[in-house]
């Protein structure tokens, strides 16, 4: 019989300091009813001085590895999606790995933005599948903050800092039905942090090392891209629109999840939406709304759930999961 994997056990991390639109409206020349109005989000959490995306990582790690009910012996597999790793190495997966006292199994990071989560369990999935993995932590963390410019109020007012996790165990039976992931590199200018380790001249002399977004570019390929990978996955599993219980996207803006809920032809109950609280924060998005929506007690034992994500590269995907 074909190995698959299940989640056994979710976990999110907010930091403690919540910044509100009133406190941003301080900050740059911005409004809450225009954050609000454009993108549904009141608050978002950020980071303290000395919290890093580890510190973020291995509080979700601790509660998705407790909720599972698996000790650090049995975890056999670390997949960090971040896109703010606290170093340029070693990996966050490997920095984690030391926190939580698991050693020997591999542990590495995914860099795909917004979609690294999405990006993480697909990668995940696949060594449980083939019997290289048992039991995998997969986790989304980002301290965003350190890469806004908090005087660009494009930006300033989307993101914020927080990590979730997930434990995949091989079962019998699925779990996670399918994976679908996407990416092209021509739209790389629309959203991105033109500075980096290996080409840090001249846009770290220029102060270009914070994210630059074209927001309404970027906004019309999402509700575009998402929309075809919702058709992608449904026909992929023989599924119609009404199949799907609940949809678990990636939080950056509620107009463009209302698009895609839409094309799914799902009433809005059925949409988990943590982006009001949490903002965007990228990588750690999904398995936060996740996390959110399993420890409510709205997402049940053997509900299917499409998650998707948008985000910088463009990268996109979705994962059809069987909770
Ligand atoms: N407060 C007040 N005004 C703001 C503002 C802010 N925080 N940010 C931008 N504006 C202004 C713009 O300067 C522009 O003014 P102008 O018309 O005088 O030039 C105006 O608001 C409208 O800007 P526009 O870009 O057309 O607004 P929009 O409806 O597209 O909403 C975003 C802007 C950023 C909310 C929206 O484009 C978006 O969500 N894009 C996707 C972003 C995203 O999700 N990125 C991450 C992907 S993972």
């Known amino acids: 019989m074909a190995t698959h994997s299940r989640i056994i056990g979710t976990g999110g991390y907010l930091p403690e300091k919540i910044l509100t639109n009133a406190d941003l409206e301080k900050l740059v020349d911005t409004s809450d009813e225009w954050i609000r109005d454009r993108t549904g989000i009141e608050q978002r959490h950020i980071a303290a001085e000395d919290e890093h995306t580890v510190d973020l990582a291995e509080q979700a790690s601790r509660r998705a590895m407790s909720a599972a009910g698996v000790n650090p012996a049995d975890i056999d597999l670390i997949v960090v999606a971040t896109t703010t790793s606290d170093q340029v190495f070693p990996s966050t997966a490997c920095l984690l790995q030391s926190r939580l006292d698991i050693h020997g199994c591999a542990a590495f990071d995914i860099q795909a933005v917004c979609t690294g989560f999405v990006y993480a369990l697909s990668v995940a999935d696949k060594f449980v599948q083939t019997g290289s993995a048992k039991c995998a932590l997969v ?185």
């Open 139 to 323: 986790v989304g963390a980002e301290t965003f903050s350190r890469i806004i410019d908090w005087t660009d109020r494009n930006t300033c007012v989307l993101f914020g800092d927080g990590a979730g996790a997930v434990v995949l165990k091989a079962d019998q039976s699925p779990g996670i039905l399918s994976t679908h992931l996407h990416a092209d590199g021509d739209y790389a200018k629309l959203l991105h942090v033109p500075s980096g380790v290996s080409n840090n001249y001249p846009a770290v002399q220029e102060g270009r090392a914070f994210v630059e977004m074209q927001g309404s570019e970027v906004f019309k390929m999402a509700v575009k891209k998402l929309g075809s990978i919702v058709d992608e996955t449904l026909q992929a599993n023989g599924l119609e629109r009404g199949d799907i219980d609940w949809l678990v996207p990636h939080q950056a803006n509620v107009r463009i999840i209302t698009a895609t809920a839409k094309k799914l032809r799902m009433s809005m109950d059925r949409v988990v939406m943590t982006v009001a609280k949490h903002g965007n924060t990228s990588a750690a998005s999904i398995p936060l709304a996740l996390d959110s929506a399993v420890r409510s007690g709205s997402i049940k034992t053997g509900d299917k759930m499409l998650l998707e994500g948008f985000g910088g590269g463009f990268t996109w995907g979705s994962a059809l999961v069987q909770y």
